[in-house]
């Protein structure tokens, strides 16, 4: 029985590991995006004042 067990599971494990290998994957890419847009969002008004600030030096 548990080696019925665990042939079962070696046999499923494939499709598990990519299921949960592409949904964690998928999962770090929206936390990162998620991330990166509310960090932009956050320091817009320092960004473009920086921007505007090294524009006016150098023109």
Same mark, same amino acid.
């Given at each position: ?29 929206? +936390?990162?995006t +998620? ?5 932009? +969002? ?14 006016e +030096?150098?023109?």
């Open positions: 029985m548990n080696c019925e067990l665990l042939g079962l599971n070696w046999a499923n494990s494939w499709s598990i590991f990519f299921l949960g290998f592409s949904t964690g994957s998928l999962l770090l890419t929206l +936390i990162f +998620i991330m990166f847009v509310y960090f932009r +969002i956050s320091m817009r008004k320092s960004d473009e004042f920086r921007i505007r600030a090294s524009w +030096i150098e023109h």
